[in-house]
């Protein structure tokens, strides 16, 4: 009995022990290293908003609101044909992800592919907006941007809202 409390003392300080000298391995192992992981990083929303050569996609509300007004952009629901008929921005297409394949072509027939486009789902982790956004880069869109929570910062900022299903490129 004397030798098993023994037994479990010395695993109590061995094992924190074990743990702070492999986090100061680590930690020496990456400093010398030529590509250092960084130990303190962005991962934020709009951080997230990257392409895979790290182009940041996300705009600014305030970008975003002007480009509306001066009809300079068209904008994009990636939500679902029921949450875009329950309410969007106005004028909005409807292109819901899960249909994309299905509705691309009649969505963005009549666009340039120099067209700014701005992309738009709700919530703030909502990644809809961001892999319909990819997709219209590899399909040859050249200027597309996510308005990241865009549909509830819209609505908040009381800017044009309208409700009703799609109707034509809409």
């Not at 182009?55 to 975003?64: P, S, V, Y």
Request: proline share 4%.
């Amino acid at each position: 009995m004397i030798e098993s409390k023994s037994n479990w003392k010395q695993a109590a300080w061995q094992i924190p022990a074990l743990v702070i000298l492999s986090t100061v391995a680590a930690l020496a192992v990456n400093a010398v290293r030529t590509d250092r992981l960084p130990l303190i990083g962005d991962f934020s929303v709009s951080a997230r908003m990257t392409t895979a050569t790290g182009e940041r996609m996300d705009i600014a509300f305030e970008e975003a609101e002007k480009l509306y007004f001066t009809h300079a952009a068209v904008f994009i629901d990636a939500r679902s044909a029921e949450e875009y008929a329950q309410g969007h921005i106005r004028d909005a297409r409807s292109l819901p992800w899960q249909d994309v394949d299905l509705n691309f072509m009649t969505v963005t027939a009549d666009l340039e592919l120099t067209t700014p486009i701005i992309t738009y789902c709700d919530g703030e982790t909502c990644e809809l907006s961001h892999d319909l956004a990819l997709f219209l880069r590899d399909a040859g869109f050249t200027d597309t941007r996510v308005l990241v929570n865009g549909w509830t910062v819209w609505q908040q900022a009381g800017l044009p809202v309208e409700s009703g299903p799609p109707s034509g490129k809409k």
